[in-house]
């Protein structure tokens, strides 16, 4: 059983589909209960999983291998295979329970969505299939399916359950996403036909031996920088994100901005940092640079919206900035404050949006001019908003003060000048989080809101355990840094030992 487990793990979701295909789909409330109920199987096992890791021990672990595909090239006779190869390191670990964590309080929010509710549930099992199997993924060609698998199902989910303008959202998400795909094959293609493998492990070695044409190297890194920088996403390549983060549904923004946009920070710390570790070097700085102008750009145009959904989405765009910095610092710091932040800005984003989702469930709006003194009639909700937005801007005791303490730290040891100028956006974004809570929550109370219900039975959930893991990553980072350590450590001494350092 624990031999399998991983893959236990990453296909329970399709339990729930399972279930619902007996289901009549107007049984709204059975398909509710089985889209909760469902994702708590999962949730169980990560945390299973978790019990069974040994964070003492380097490399992959949990692993299941079963030889899958074997062939031989035409012309040159090569004998090529790929197999079916899951398992977990410490930082696959942590985005795994993210991710089920996630997938949990995303499906209670679920409980807003009013429209073929049978539909939308397959679709979500389908979307928690595909992230859970990209980051248990040890070979390229399961990363690259099961990357996919996030895509179908998100374009759907936005452009049939999203609000106004969630057509052209969907198009757009489908149109980047589509193209930075299309890349990241290419260049997995190339180090198939060139090194004759996949695994990932493998792959970490063979390319850092010296026939390994730097050529090769430096357009591999290149291509794969670009896939995971759509993902991310990085300053110009961002617009389509906007658009997802106001027009998706409320569930579905918590899955986007709280995993698949980790996707893309996974995807450079895992093949940019740990298999390119010499190009890696040779663009730090630009990926350093990269990070100052995404934290900057993100606060400045935050600070100008008047959607508090908009405000969330430039926000999320600086605070992936951060993950940039942390990397483009290559050292231990920096890259355990790369992965802070991309599992706390997880928490944290999730959580904003859900009680964004609760605000405009109640008034039919998210633009700040028309609220304002709602704490009055909401103190439940205003209250939490408050604690997240804290959370946000980095206060002590909260994860994201942790994560850009790390980030921060290690940038200043390797570009001091950068981290100078990219400090700038924490004061920024102290104002812009302020400014958009402050005037949706205190002020006059408005006559419309004067009959607004405060905090539901079911929405205490996601508050209260989102909030709860953001003060305890705040309060004891150790949680965090053990699971994470040895990953961190291994890829380091890969870039030093790579580098001279």
């Keep these: 059983m624990i031999e399998n487990m991983i893959t236990w793990l990453v296909f329970s979701p399709l339990l729930g589909i399972l279930l619902l295909l007996f289901v009549h789909r107007e049984n709204e409330r059975l398909i509710k209960a089985i889209g909760i109920v469902a994702t708590l199987i999962p949730l169980a096992l990560s945390l299973m999983l978790l019990r069974f890791f040994d964070f003492n021990q380097e490399g992959y672990q949990l692993t299941h291998t079963v030889p899958w595909i074997q062939f031989t090239l035409p012309g040159t006779g090569q004998a090529l295979e790929i197999n079916y190869e899951l398992g977990a390191d410490g930082m696959s670990m942590a985005f795994l329970v993210l991710t089920t964590v996630i997938s949990t309080l995303a499906a209670v929010a679920s409980l807003y969505i009013k ?3 049978k539909a939308y549930f397959i679709l979500f099992f389908l979307l928690m299939t595909g992230m859970l199997g990209v980051f248990a993924s040890m070979n390229l060609f399961l990363f690259f399916i ?66 390994v044409p730097q050529g090769l ?63 890696m070097e040779q663009f730090a700085y630009l990926i350093a640079l990269l990070g100052v102008v995404n934290i900057l750009y993100g606060a400045v145009l935050a600070f100008r ?117 990219g400090v700038l956006g924490i004061i920024l974004t102290a104002v812009y989080v302020l400014r958009a809570v402050l005037l949706t929550t205190f002020g006059p109370a408005k006559e419309q809101w004067a009959g607004l219900k405060d905090v539901r039975g079911f929405e205490y959930v996601p508050i209260t355990v989102l909030l709860g893991l953001i003060i305890l990553i705040g309060a004891y980072p150790s949680v965090l840094g053990e699971t994470i350590h040895l990953s961190v450590e291994t890829i380091v001494h890969g870039l030093l030992a790579r580098i001279g350092g």
């Design 115 to 117: 429209q073929r509710l």
């Design 146 to 211: 099961f990357f996919e698998l996030t895509i179908i199902p998100m374009f759907f989910l936005i452009g049939i359950w999203g609000y106004v303008e969630r057509e052209r959202a969907a198009y757009h998400f489908l149109l980047y996403n589509g193209i930075g795909s299309a890349v990241m094959l290419v260049a997995f293609v190339t180090m198939f036909m060139n090194l004759g493998t996949l695994h990932i492990p493998t792959l970490t070695e063979w390319l850092a031996q010296p026939f």
């Design 217 to 279: 190297a430096a357009g591999l890194f290149l291509a794969l920088l670009f896939a995971f920088g759509v993902k991310l996403p990085v300053f110009p390549l961002h617009s389509w994100m906007l658009k997802v983060h106001v027009q998706a549904p409320p569930a579905i923004v918590m899955i986007h901005s709280g995993v698949l946009l980790k996707l893309g920070a996974y995807g450079l710390i895992r093949l940019n940092m740990g298999m390119l570790p010499a190009q």
């Design 305 to 421: 919206q008047r959607d508090l959904k908009l405000v969330l989405a430039y926000s999320s765009v600086s605070h992936m900035g951060i993950v940039l910095l942390g990397m483009g610092a290559m050292n231990y710091s920096g890259l355990q404050g790369a992965i802070f932040q991309s599992v706390s800005h997880g928490l944290i984003s999730a959580l904003l949006f859900f009680l964004i989702a609760a605000i405009y469930e109640r008034t039919n709006t998210s633009m700040i001019p028309e609220l304002g003194g709602l704490a009055k009639n909401m103190p439940v909700i205003c209250g939490a908003l408050l604690a997240a937005g804290l959370a946000n801007l980095g206060l002590p005791g909260m994860s994201g003060f942790i994560s850009e303490f790390l980030a921060f730290l290690g940038i200043f040891n390797t570009y001091p000048a950068l981290a100078a100028v």
